[in-house]
């Protein structure tokens, strides 16, 4: 197997991808940041394109309806977004990267058949924060969780003092 070069070389299929995403944001993406940005929120146009282009289910297997492909044609993607919206490639960005990757690696076989479809059709998956100190970043975040005895939903979470859920 040839070994991967730079980052910067594409390979053919790669470059197609790039061309396509760079049609979509510097024609779709592009003429509707001021509206979006006026009504805070994202046109329907452009998430009807995101999945109709197949970017939003980029790393869905083929046998789950999405587009079948690697991680560095998920990351070709999301900078040729992020370089007309940030915003969008951010949700592109954790669609892909986080939501369906877990899914894939985590999820049983029914599970993945019943979400995976979904995620690379219409569906935007989403992830949270729950610590008031974290804001928007992930790894600054303070809660750890600490299986005990045999109990499948059983943790320690410090820092809660008297909030401990029952």
Known sequence: ETPRLAATHLDEGEAQV???????????LLSLI??????????????????????MGIEVPSHFGGAGLSFVESCIVIKELAR???????????????IV????KFANTEMQSRILPKLAKDAV???????????SDAFAMKTTAEKIGNF??????????DQMPQ
């Not at 061309?19 to 024609?27: E, I, K, N, Y």
């Not at 509206?35 to 999945?51: A, D, R, T, Y």
Request: glycine share 10%; hydrophobic share 35%; net charge negative.
């Open 152 to 161: 499948r939903h059983q943790y320690i979470m410090p820092n809660l003092g």
């Open 34 to 55: 001021d509206e979006m940005e006026q009504s805070q929120s994202i046109h329907k146009k452009v998430l009807e394109g995101l999945f109709e282009n197949g970017f």
């Open 125 to 135: 998956g989403s992830f949270c924060l729950s610590e008031s100190g974290s804001g």
């Open 84 to 98: 007309v919206d940030p915003a969008i490639a951010g949700m592109v960005d954790i669609q892909n990267t986080l």
């Open 101 to 104: 990757t877990a899914i894939r």
């Open 18 to 28: 790039q061309h396509s995403v760079q049609q979509f944001a510097d024609t779709e």
